[in-house]
């Protein structure tokens, strides 16, 4: 059993030439074809991830009219924009975007189940699923965004949006001082999953 | 419109103890070998060649065996390399590579990277 996870010296280069061996191995039997790997990683970096969110974020801070009609009719919205199909899809259809204003900070939990906005924010940190998180989110947020180096101040309302098999919400964060000159895909750099579920704030680069 | 299989392999895995390292909302790869690990066991799950959640079960035991011999120092854990000793498990077991063409492939591997 020891001997099983003994580490060798040179333990990177030998996973890499198994994967390498297995691969080509997999693809001379015509199991897999030399582009699988690409296509099924696709999906993940560039059709569903934290990059839509970012871009219906930075278009809403450049578009006010675009930014009111994300908050009245989210997948609408959403629709307007260029982005990959199946955004309305299982996950997509039912999201309702809230927006961060002056006096307004905005916090999505989801005490009960996976409801997590996946095309849009990506995948869920590891800390969203612990139950601790869950209940303390819900019962005092503050103390939580404190911990999460975001104190709100006591003058500044904090709502709590606790996500369900019908509604999954994302957060619209304020557009950081200071991004003026920025474009629209500079500005979406500075959109983090986090300041998408209001545990942190956009900050400009 | 149905939800995208990949989307169901990786949620299946969210909170569980396989849940697979990420950041900022993507999956996080240290090198290129834990990509293709990845890409080719959710593609064979996608292809009906095994079961996911048959091989979620090869990983949990995997990841299970490393921390039970593993108790306190955990400074050389990679996930991927127990991801990769699953796959390789999972691809014989279904009979899409014999043992002895793991054998080559171990043997090979030996080889290169010395």
């Given at each position: 059993?020891?001997?099983?996870?003994?580490?060798?010296?040179?333990?990177?280069?030998?996973s890499a030439a198994r994967v390498r061996a297995l691969e080509a191995l997999l693809i001379k039997k015509g199991i897999i074809t030399d582009r699988t790997v690409d296509t099924v990683l696709e999906f993940f970096e560039t059709k569903m991830g934290p990059f839509n969110g970012a871009k219906i974020v930075a278009r809403a801070w450049v578009d006010p009219a675009f930014r009111?009609?994300?908050?009245?009719?989210?997948?609408?919205?959403?629709?307007?924009?260029?982005?990959?199909?199946?955004?309305?899809?299982?996950?997509?259809?039912?999201?309702?975007?809230?927006?961060?204003?002056?006096?307004?900070?905005?916090?999505?939990?989801?005490?009960?189940?996976?409801?997590?906005?996946?095309?849009?924010?990506?995948?869920?940190?590891?800390?969203?699923?612990?139950?601790?998180?869950?209940?303390?989110?819900?019962?005092?947020?503050?103390?939580?965004?404190?911990?999460?180096?975001?104190?709100?101040?006591?003058?500044?309302?904090?709502?709590?949006?606790?996500?369900?098999?019908?509604?999954?919400?994302?957060?619209?964060?304020?557009?950081?001082?200071?991004?003026?000159?920025?474009?629209?895909?500079?500005?979406?750099?500075?959109?983090?999953?986090?300041?998408?579920?209001?545990?942190?704030?956009?900050?400009?680069? | 419109?149905?939800?995208?299989?990949?989307?169901?392999?990786?949620?299946?895995?969210?909170?569980?103890?396989?849940?697979?390292?990420?950041?900022?909302?993507?999956?996080?790869?240290?090198?290129?070998?834990?990509?293709?690990?990845?890409?080719?066991?959710?593609?064979?799950?996608?292809?009906?060649?095994?079961?996911?959640?048959?091989?979620?079960?090869?990983?949990?035991?995997?990841?299970?065996?490393?921390?039970?011999?593993?108790?306190?120092?955990?400074?050389?854990?990679?996930?991927?390399?127990?991801?990769?000793?699953?796959?390789?498990?999972?691809?014989?077991?279904?009979?899409?590579?014999?043992?002895?063409?793991?054998?080559?492939?171990?043997?090979?591997?030996?080889?290169?990277?010395?």
């Open positions: 059993m020891s001997e099983r996870f003994k580490y060798r010296e040179d333990r990177e280069a030998y009111e009609r994300l908050i009245a009719d989210t997948p609408k919205a959403i629709a307007e924009l260029d982005l990959p199909d199946g955004m309305a899809g299982a996950e997509g259809e039912h999201m309702r975007a809230v927006a961060n204003a002056p006096g307004v900070h905005n916090l999505i939990i989801c005490t009960l189940c996976s409801c997590y906005p996946w095309p849009v924010l990506g995948l869920p940190p590891y800390w969203y699923k612990d139950p601790t998180f869950r209940s303390r989110a819900a019962r005092e947020p503050r103390a939580v965004l404190a911990e999460f180096g975001l104190p709100i101040a006591e003058d500044i309302e904090v709502k709590v949006w606790d996500s369900s098999a019908q509604i999954r919400w994302f957060v619209v964060p304020e557009r950081p001082a200071g991004t003026e000159g920025l474009s629209e895909s500079e500005l979406e750099t500075l959109v983090t999953p986090e300041a998408m579920m209001g545990v942190a704030v956009a900050k400009a680069a | 419109m149905l939800t995208q299989f990949e989307h169901f392999a990786v949620t299946e895995m969210m909170g569980s103890a396989d849940s697979p390292p990420r950041a900022n909302g993507t999956l996080c790869f240290g090198s290129d070998w834990e990509r293709t690990s990845f890409g080719i066991a959710l593609a064979l799950a996608k292809e009906g060649y095994f079961e996911w959640d048959d091989f979620r079960d090869e990983l949990i035991a995997s990841i299970k065996a490393w921390e039970d011999a593993n108790p306190s120092d955990h400074s050389s854990w990679n996930y991927y390399e127990q991801f990769l000793t699953a796959l390789e498990s999972a691809v014989v077991k279904t009979n899409l590579l014999t043992a002895s063409e793991m054998r080559e492939i171990f043997d090979l591997s030996n080889q290169t990277s010395q």
